[in-house]
T-cell receptor, first 115, second 115 residues
């Protein structure tokens, strides 16, 4: 079975400060990991993914995420937050060793950037 | 613009009504998905279609009936819904089910309210 945990429902960060949105995962084999963002009244929008290779993955809008196998984590980061980054963020995982088509999502973290 | 269009954006219906949600993708993808998004819960995968064949049905009640007439269109037919079915229904597509490392592309969803 595969699962994702986003331990924080809400994260508040001052504009210009670095931000981190946490994600941990559980899979039986090796993971494919994804981050999505959802703005109000919109669907989910792909930000970045980890498949293999470098543990630090860079994505859209200046976001990056670090894959840590020993801690089974894939935290989303950005060096300097913008007010426009305020949105709902979802982490997702797929276990590549089981050939399943299912992408398992976390419950989401609402990020609010304070001007 | 994500390339996945959902209509209507909002739908209010009574418990005895019959309605349909429509999804159309302009990306040339072969796989399409229906998800249910409820507050404070992970995204729930409802149905998966690959090349117009249903490949997954996650124990969804029969009052939800999907239809995929071609690889560009996906419908969700609704009949005798319950108040707990009120949610945001998201459609997504991906290139192929076999390409596990490819992200899914989401529409903006249909906000469904059951009276």
């Amino acid at each position: 079975a595969q699962s994702v945990a986003q331990p924080e429902d809400q994260v508040n960060v001052a504009e210009g400060n670095p931000l981190t949105v946490k994600c941990t995962y559980s899979v039986s084999g090796n993971p494919y990991l994804f981050w999505y963002v959802q703005y109000p009244n919109r669907g989910l929008q792909f930000l970045l993914k980890y498949i293999t290779g470098d543990n630090l993955v860079k994505g859209s809008y200046g976001f990056e995420a670090e894959f840590n196998k020993s801690q089974t984590s894939f935290h989303l980061k950005k060096p300097s937050a913008l007010v426009s980054d305020s949105a709902l963020y979802f982490c997702a995982v797929r276990d590549i060793n089981f050939g399943n088509e299912k992408l398992t999502f976390g419950t989401g973290t609402r990020l609010t950037i304070i001007p | 613009e994500t390339g996945v269009t959902q209509t209507p954006r909002h739908l209010v219906m009574g418990m005895t009504n019959k309605k349909s949600l429509k999804c159309e993708q302009h990306l040339g993808h072969n796989a399409m998905y229906w998800y249910k998004q409820s507050a404070k819960k992970p995204l729930e995968l409802m149905f998966v279609y690959s090349l117009e064949e249903r490949v997954e049905n996650n124990s969804v009640p029969s009052r939800f009936s999907p239809e995929c007439p071609n690889s560009s269109h996906l419908f969700l037919h609704l009949h005798t819904l319950q108040p707990e079915d009120s949610a945001l229904y998201l459609c997504a597509s991906s290139q192929d089910l076999g390409q596990d490392n490819q992200p899914q592309h989401f529409g903006d969803g249909t906000r469904l309210s059951i009276l």
